[in-house]
């Protein structure tokens, strides 16, 4: 029972403090109750299923076990329960103060054909479950949730993004609020499994996957990276904490905001030799996701991530990145295109969508003034969907769930930047001559 009750008192009083914003004297809506997801499944039957993309026409199978002599073993095929593939994986588990997590499972399929669905089964135990490949040429649909957390809203967050099919299931940060307690990742696993082992989930760390221990867990992210593993390695990066990866010609950048981002960092070298290999003429739309936003009117977490900001933000604008989600922040913003605090043609959309459901409630208040750079902004729960069209056009959407069915608060036309001849000319005499390349 202790392995239970420290983490939980961990969790009530030690991570809170930890976690502190800066300024945390902003009001909150109260959030609703928290969702504690059972394990109704053997020990040998697969639990917490999710997917995740993989490098080129390849997905990720993720599952636990509780028996630590099961197979990672996935077997599909393109027809109900008739399996003509199977994989081998790797597997992981790990140990948090008193704590020990079942044995992590993944698995690399493929390759698959784009727009398929293909049945699969993991360690040959437990039920079958299915999912559909994203599509290999526009339009896409990605799916977009932030600060996700498990409780009564975070249900009601996940009914409404089922209520419409999507391709692909992006995060910014904050999965289970856990904070320490690890049974919580493993109701979280749970929770998600419905939409995750159906549809890739993409995920970036937030501020609350931390959990750092001294001594025993000194670096932070220990259940973050063994059971959230994303294809870091297949882009390039040295670390789980960013990645890029590209569906149907869009290229999706996730940062960490909670690892190194200076000039001289892994993480900063890393971003600008993938940006520097995006050819945009093959790839029109790039977008970028985070944790904590580099512009904000609330007044919550104000300025924590300016820092990162003033690193990065030149690489995302000299590469005309298209639109940047953030999370961190609960409650839903939208800007115009910005660049260094500015109205720019050239800069990128940013977003703030950290509503998605978390244990901690909204954050309802705005400065005053609202900034001109401001354009839409609202504390309630919701989602939002990028719908890429073609080469030159997306069209982005806030759902608000505050009502019983979810409803389209705020939208927007988007225009790739790819397609701005003006924005390359600003870049084009911003290069170097020749001969000091």
Not at 10 to 37: A, E, K, W, Y
Not at 75 to 81: C, F, L, N
Not at 229 to 238: A, H, I, Q
């Amino acid at each position: 029972m202790w392995a239970h009750v420290f983490p939980l008192l961990l969790t009530i009083f030690v991570f809170p403090q930890l976690l502190q914003s800066q300024d945390d004297d902003f009001s909150r809506q109260p959030p609703g109750q928290i969702i504690r997801t059972g394990h109704d499944r053997s020990h040998s039957d697969p639990q917490q299923v999710h997917i995740s993309l993989a490098g080129s026409d390849h997905m990720r199978i993720t599952w636990i076990t509780d028996d630590k002599h099961a197979p990672s073993i996935v077997e599909y095929g393109k027809e109900k329960g008739r399996y003509d593939e199977s994989a081998r994986g790797e597997h992981t588990s790990y140990t948090y103060f008193l704590y020990s997590s079942g044995k992590i499972h993944h698995v690399k399929i493929g390759p698959l054909k784009p727009s398929t669905t293909y049945f699969y089964k993991c360690g040959g135990s437990g039920p079958e479950f299915s999912f559909n490949t994203p599509p290999s040429t526009f339009p896409v649909e990605f799916a977009v949730v932030g600060d996700l957390g498990q409780t009564e809203w975070t249900a009601s967050t996940l009914s409404h993004v089922d209520s419409s099919d999507y391709d692909v299931f992006l995060l910014p940060g904050d999965l289970s609020y856990a904070d320490g307690h690890q049974p919580l990742w493993d109701s979280f696993g749970r929770l998600v499994e419905p939409q995750a082992s159906r549809r890739p989930w993409m995920v970036t760390e937030g501020n609350h996957e931390i959990e750092i221990l001294p001594n025993s867990n000194p670096f932070g992210f220990t259940a973050y990276n063994a059971r959230w593993l994303m294809p870091y390695e297949e882009s390039g990066s040295t670390s789980n904490l960013y990645y890029s990866f590209e569906v149907a010609g869009t290229h999706i950048v996730m940062l960490g905001s909670y690892t190194d981002f200076v000039v001289d960092s892994a993480q900063y070298k890393w971003l600008e030799a993938d940006l520097a290999r995006v050819d945009r003429k093959k790839t029109p739309w790039i977008v970028v996701l985070l944790h904590a936003p580099w512009y904000n009117t609330n007044t919550a977490h104000q300025g924590e991530g300016e820092g990162m900001r003033q690193a990065m933000e030149e690489l995302l604008y000299k590469a005309r990145v298209d639109v940047v989600f953030a999370g961190h922040v609960h409650a839903y913003e939208r800007f115009t295109r910005v660049y260094d605090n500015e109205v720019d043609p050239c800069g990128p959309v940013y977003i703030t969508i950290g509503d998605g459901g978390n244990r901690e409630g909204l954050a309802l208040e705005f400065e005053e003034p609202a900034s001109p750079l401001s354009l839409y902004r609202e504390p309630s729960f919701g989602h939002g969907r990028l719908r890429i069209v073609n080469e030159t056009h997306g069209y982005w959407s806030w759902h608000r769930n505050n009502d019983l069915d979810a409803f389209v608060a705020d939208e927007v036309w988007l225009e790739s930047l790819s397609t701005s001849k003006a924005c390359w000319d600003i870049v084009d005499k911003q290069a170097p001559p020749n001969d000091e390349l």
